[in-house]
């Protein structure tokens, strides 16, 4: 596979999440990550047809196109994160408010709230860290063979690297993810219980 | 210790905290040690499991069907009955009838059956309870449960595990600790003082260079604050053979004042400013999220000089984030008041902690300091320990003749509570002016103790020494122990007859040690129980076995409760009295034993520790 077919993290993390269940649930799956396991590939191969089948598909020209494959992300993990910003800092409740009629002093109270909790969370589920080790507003140099997902040129994009330009921003990357694990039974869609208080 | 064991464990079963460090023998040689720290897998919302290096010591006992299928699973047990750790915590903010916290300090109560289920201590009747000794199991087998799940070839039964407890920790609470680990199937047990492993938490973390940090004649002094425990131990520096010695000469007394009654502390008194200030009232969950808020906003103000307050905001219940919200602020001068001046205040080597008349006999809460000043505790400790470097062999002590205290020429400190710097410098700036006005010089404070786990990680790390690789703390036992008999003498109408103290254990016996039987012989009835007072004293180390007192100060004795010895009625006449010499000894494990033994005959008996004073009669 090269490099620009590697999938991002976020879609490893995706497909592992998805590749778990199936794994469990689906036995053909099953058998398919079993075979890559071994080194072999995934799909068997088709039982009807003599060895020399590949050798055949070279031959065939022509081929269509193929559609692009767009990634879906699960809800899972997405619906684990939103509980756990509401837990800590109470996320939806804030973004559920209506802001047109409270004070700004009200909410610079509530962010606090909001942003430490959202903080705790982050860091202690997430480990992010900026791409860009310059301050922004220094001239920086991208070299030849930058990485297109990590640095994204603005403004007069012409010619070739390296380029120099102002660092604007010194965006962010996520090196590692540690989201709880949850109990099968468990449903993330419940992002926070109702509470009844028994006197 | 195991020849099979893989691994040295180090278990801090805290007040507040539990936590696991564990040294890979195989990879480890001389200084060069190989630790880790568990990550222990834990519920901390209902279906929700992460691993943390902290398990809070807290248990949650729901109702039937209070929470939804599968909220309290773990990876080693799909449904188990109750929750612990995190989510414990968490739920029990909310609903504290159901929550058991500080079972540990519960298991040092001499007032209460520690074999009784009695925890949560306010709950009403529908709630299934505990006992203080179940609540230390449940910890203990949750972080077994944790270790095999992650190392399934070397189940933790077969390591040489290590559990701390607090130095002033009696006997009874010591045994129970060690009966707790035994139910959990922690056989390869060792108990450790935990001043003593954050001792060697330091040392470990010098890589090899403490002894070029301390010397003969150095008397150390570990000040451990932890959650709800304030612990403090002298460690005298020696010599033998041309190499450092360490011994620990002395421990203080149960103190139940921490960190938790700091923060709480705090919170009540920026819930007075709010409660003033507004006509809202704090329900008993937003005074747990304003002492989470005050604990943040105290390390902040203790750690940037600069700032002069930070503000609190205690969020509503409800949904209503905005509006809902109460504000407040904890300023500087509040946190140095009531932090510093309340629980650090400046005082003379000879002030005393303020004892307030007790209100009834018995307690059915746990027993806390009555005077919160740390610093004036520390100054009874030093002073009542006096003479604790007399007698230990190879030690040249610095002490100038006429001092009124024991002179600490350095200090490790241990705790959450230390975290921040300017408590640490108060202690040291206090103890510093007692020595300065005692004609002694000053004590340096050892640093680069990790506050949090180091009683985990020295824990571990004794349990690798041990296997003779490096340094040990020499100590045995920090009291002498003495059984009361009452003196043979004419009944005075109104007066209690007289109570005589004969010792039966010196001070510092040391682990797996039998002393002499005392020569004086006690009566036991046959086929029924017999309970004799018992005594614990820290400071008389020069009585032996046999000693007999007849009058004592208060400071000198202690009473701990009764020892208690069953005749089996087989082979003899019930109500017989058969005279017996009592023999004490330290196990291998750290706990003291206790048997009768008749002028007649091989029989032994145990006599037990009494565990449950306070029993319903």
């Known amino acids: 596979m090269s490099d620009d077919q590697a999938p991002s993290f976020f879609a490893r993390l995706l497909l592992a999440w998805v590749a778990y269940f199936r794994t469990i649930f689906d036995a053909e799956f099953a058998a398919g990550v079993v075979r890559l396991r071994d080194g072999q590939p995934a799909l068997p191969p088709p039982k009807d047809e003599p060895e020399e089948a590949p050798k055949k598909k070279k031959k065939k020209k022509k081929k269509p196109k193929p559609a692009p494959v767009l990634k879906e992300a699960g809800p899972g993990a997405a619906l684990q994160l939103l509980g756990l910003l509401q837990r800590e800092g109470r996320f939806i409740d804030f973004m559920e408010e209506e802001l047109a009629d409270a004070s700004d002093e009200d909410i610079g109270a509530a962010a606090r709230v909001v942003h430490e909790g959202c903080k705790k969370a982050l860091e202690e589920h997430f480990t992010i860290e900026p791409i860009h080790a310059s301050e922004e507003g220094e001239t920086v140099k991208v070299e030849e063979g930058y990485d297109a997902h990590s640095i994204r040129l603005t403004g007069n994009v012409v010619g070739e690297p390296p380029f120099e330009g102002e660092l604007t921003h010194r965006g962010w990357k996520c090196s590692e993810v540690e989201l709880p694990k949850m109990s099968e039974k468990h449903d993330p869609s419940i992002l926070a219980p109702a509470e009844v208080e028994l006197a | 210790m195991s020849d099979e064991a893989s691994y040295a464990v180090g278990i801090d079963l805290g007040t507040t905290h539990c936590a696991l460090s564990y040294v890979d023998l195989d990879l480890s040689e001389g200084e060069e040690v190989a630790q880790h720290t568990l990550a222990i897998p834990q519920v901390v919302t209902p279906g929700n499991i992460e691993g943390r290096e902290l398990l809070p010591s807290f248990l949650y006992l729901p109702a039937t069907g209070e929470l939804g299928e599968g909220a309290l699973t773990l990876p080693w047990d799909e449904s188990p009955s109750f929750g612990v750790g995190e989510v414990a915590r968490a739920l029990g903010a909310k609903t504290p009838i159901r929550v058991v916290s500080s079972a540990k300090s519960w298991l040092c109560h001499g007032g209460v059956d520690r074999l009784a289920p009695i925890l949560p201590s306010h709950a009403p009747d529908e709630v299934t309870k505990v006992s203080p000794l ?128 700091m923060d709480l502390a705090l919170a009540v008194s920026v819930r007075a400013k709010i409660e003033q200030e507004s006509d809202k009232t704090l329900d008993a969950w937003q005074l747990g999220a304003l002492t989470h808020a005050c604990r943040a906003a105290k390390e902040s103000l203790l750690g940037d000089p600069d700032l002069e307050s930070v503000p609190i905001v205690v969020p509503s219940r409800g949904r209503k984030l905005i509006g ?292 319903t009669q």
Not at chain 2, 218 to 227: E, F, K, P, S, T
Request: glycine fraction near 10%; include cysteine.
């Open chain 2, 324 to 615: 809902g919200s109460i504000r407040s602020e904890l300023t500087r001068a509040e946190v140095e008041q009531l932090l510093v001046e309340g629980f650090f205040p400046e005082c003379a080597s000879g002030d005393r902690p303020k004892h307030r008349a007790r209100v009834g006999l018995t307690q059915l809460g746990l027993p806390y300091a009555q005077d919160a000043a740390v610093t004036r505790h520390l100054a009874a400790f030093l002073a009542k320990q006096l003479g604790a470097t007399e007698d230990v062999e190879g030690f040249t002590p610095k002490l100038p003749e006429d001092a009124t205290f024991l002179h600490p020429t350095a200090i490790l400190f241990n705790g959450g509570v230390f975290e921040s710097a300017l408590l640490e410098e108060r202690v040291a700036a206090q103890i510093n002016a007692w020595l300065e006005a005692d004609g002694g010089e000053p004590a340096r404070v050892l640093e680069g103790g990790s506050l949090g786990l180091a009683v985990a990680r020295g824990a571990a790390y004794y349990g690798y020494v041990r296997r003779g690789e490096g340094v040990r703390i020499r100590g045995g036992t920090a009291q002498a122990y003495y059984v009361g008999v009452e003196a043979a003498m004419p009944a005075v109408p109104g007066m209690e007859p007289p109570i005589t103290a004969i010792c039966i254990a010196p001070f510092g016996i040391e682990e797996g040690t039998r002393c002499e039987p005392a020569a004086q012989e006690l009566g036991l009835v046959v086929g029924e129980p017999v309970s004799f007072r018992f005594f614990g004293s820290s400071v008389r180390r020069d009585d032996q076995v046999g000693t007999v007192l007849e009058r004592w100060s208060a400071d000198e004795l202690e009473e701990l409760p009764e020892i208690q010895a069953t005749l089996p009625a087989e082979g003899k006449t019930p109500g017989d009295v058969v005279p017996v010499r009592l023999q004490a000894g330290v196990t291998e494990v750290g706990v003291l034993e206790l048997e009768a033994i008749p002028r007649e005959g091989d029989d032994r008996w145990k006599v037990e520790l009494d565990v449950r004073a306070g029993e």
């Open chain 2, 134 to 261: 179940q609540a230390s199991i449940l910890y203990l087998e949750h972080l077994r449960d944790a270790w095999n799940d992650k190392h399934p070839d070397a189940p933790l039964d077969e390591q040489d595990v290590v559990i701390t407890v607090p130095a002033s920790f009696d006997p009874a609470a010591r045994e129970l600790t060690a009966e707790a680990a035994r139910d959990a199937g922690l056989d390869n047990l060792v108990l450790l003082e935990e001043p003593q492993a954050a001792l060697y938490s330091w040392i470990q973390g010098t890589d090899g260079t403490w002894r070029d940090q301390v010397e003969v004649g150095d008397v150390i002094l570990v000040v451990d604050v932890g959650g709800g425990t304030t612990d403090l131990s002298l460690m005298a520096v020696s010599e033998r053979e041309g190499a450092l010695e360490l011994h620990r000469v002395a421990v203080g007394d149960h103190i139940l004042l921490g960190g938790d009654n």
